[in-house]
């Protein structure tokens, strides 16, 4: 049976390059990168290189860059240590209804601990509006988190804009880039972010690696506590073959984006259009031009996620739904929710994630099988 | 995840549709999850001589629904309302721990029909 995977948002497979690379480190550099012998200085000689290269793929200092576990990582130090680092001069924290839940549960933590938190809302394509940030800074504004481009359905956000609004209040700002790193340009300088967040493996990177960017002169504070690696800014012996995979994997995908961001628009268009030729009573969620190249998210009436997620894997088809059912969730997708899609069309949601190894014969595999499974499902369900 | 038996319900639902001129109806929906199944059921003599479903929702869902009526097609109603949502879960090997609640509401579906047809049977 034909194998197709359409779930990159989700992980995605490691990239042969980049695999090379780390397998190099595993067998052939094993040393601590703390240790002052040749051993110790091969290994650091690798974390230093990794290091450049993720600075140049993100237009970032090398000295601005600290290794992390990976995404949630970088998100939850990034606004726990600025939090923390202002709290004299502030406790207010701005973020959005549809940010990934490794900055809203950082949030609902702070909270807590005496910051308040401002959930904005987002409207109907799932858009943060200036208007609405500069509508809630205060004077005790310390901090603003808006991720790049959402995880679920791919609405990009304003991330410019709202940059230029922080730097004019003078308000430490975080972008969460992990969904949109390698699928459209990621400059610091250009989205004007003081933290930015990375992950290895949405990047055709391994998983347990991730980075996060800390503008020269942030005030910022180290949340672990140890050995005094990365700088004193997170404290743990180096991931070293992680850090070595995740410099290829920022490499390839600043080399490639150009490229790979036409390919996968290319793609995605086609599939949309054809979804919605083809199938009756299917909603397109998300912004219909402002999303990244390879997220697709579609509700079909009266088809519940989960079932639809298992009738495509039995065609060997792998993508992802909103469904509470789908995600073991109490509630459907918060995201949805937040952009105000019903309930019942937020259980019938598909997330197809195109990726790199990914053609049209794919495409076109998923658009002979998906009418039919959408039939039949359909035809299961009680007249509403 | 979900046992063999789960997904073959699934993929080969037994039983899905509608009866017309059913003798008793029952429906029941998960108000968090949106999940609604509405069994159908013809009796003749005191036996359940046909049993149809429709479902929406999850795998689990779909499958006990199939199951069910697996379960009492061709028993006597008093059969019929021994079967509860543990039988039917048991039946199909096991379920999810997180679905045993939302999605396991077959049973109850059932007893709604069969109290729908006794109440159209006293008229």
């Not at chain 1, 993100?58 to 576990?69: H, L, M, Q, R």
Request: charged content about 25%.
């Amino acid at each position: 049976m034909r194998s197709v995977y359409f779930d990159h948002s989700a992980t995605t497979p490691v990239d042969k390059r980049v695999a090379a690379e780390m397998i190099n480190c595993i067998t052939g550099n094993f040393g601590n990168p703390s240790s002052i012998h040749a051993f110790g200085r091969r290994a650091r000689m690798a974390v230093e290189e990794a290091r450049e290269r993720v600075a140049k793929g993100i237009g970032a200092n090398p000295d601005e860059i600290v290794f992390t576990s990976g995404g949630t990582e970088a998100d939850n130090i990034a606004l726990e240590g600025a939090a923390r680092a202002n709290r004299e001069r502030g406790n207010h924290i701005i973020t959005c209804a549809v940010e990934h839940h490794a900055v809203l549960d950082i949030c609902k933590t702070l909270e807590k601990d005496g910051f308040k938190i401002t959930v904005l809302p987002v409207d109907a394509c799932g858009m943060v509006h200036v208007e609405d940030v500069a509508g809630a800074v205060s004077e005790k504004t310390i901090l603003i988190t808006i991720m790049h481009a959402n995880n679920e359905v791919g609405t990009i956000q304003p991330i410019p804009e709202i940059g230029r609004l922080a730097r004019e209040r003078g308000i430490i700002f975080h972008t969460d880039a992990v969904q949109s790193a390698g699928k459209i340009p990621v400059r610091v300088d250009e989205l004007g972010v003081d933290l930015l967040s990375l992950s290895g493996h949405k990047i055709y990177g391994p998983k347990g690696i991730g980075a996060l960017y800390i503008r020269s002169g942030t005030r910022w504070q180290p949340v672990s506590h140890g050995g005094g690696q990365e700088r004193g800014q997170r404290a743990g012996t180096e991931n070293v073959p992680g850090i070595v995979a995740l410099g290829k994997a920022v490499e390839l995908a600043a080399a490639e984006l150009d490229e790979e961001a036409a390919r996968l628009t290319r793609l995605r268009d086609k599939l949309i259009q054809q979804v919605t030729e083809r199938i009756s009573h299917v909603y397109l969620n998300g912004h219909p031009v402002n999303r990244v190249p390879n997220n697709i998210n579609f509700s079909f009436q009266d088809v519940e996620g989960e079932s639809l997620l298992l009738s495509l894997d039995r065609e060997g088809i792998a993508a992802s739904s909103g469904s509470a059912c789908a995600a073991g969730a109490v509630e459907p997708s918060h995201v949805l929710t937040a952009m105000g899609v019903p309930p019942a069309l937020a259980q019938s949601s598909l997330r197809i994630t195109l990726g790199r190894e990914n053609t049209e014969d794919d495409v076109d595999y998923l658009l002979a099988v998906l009418p039919p499974v959408i039939e039949r499902l359909r035809s299961m369900a009680p007249k509403s | 995840m979900y046992s063999e038996k789960v997904m073959d319900h699934f993929s080969n639902p037994r039983n899905v549709g509608e009866i017309p001129d059913a003798d008793g109806i029952g429906e029941v929906g998960n108000p968090t999850c949106g999940d609604i199944m509405k069994i159908f059921i013809k009796v003749k003599d005191g036996v359940i001589d046909d049993i149809k479903f429709k479902t929406f929702g999850c795998g689990a869902a779909i499958a006990t629904s199939s199951m069910v009526t697996e379960l009492v097609k061709g028993k006597t109603i008093d059969e019929a309302l021994k079967i509860s949502n543990k039988t039917v879960a048991e039946a199909l090997d096991g379920l999810p721990s997180k679905k045993m609640h939302c999605s396991n509401l077959a049973a109850d579906a059932l007893h709604k029909a069969i109290e729908d047809y006794r109440n159209r049977s006293k008229k």
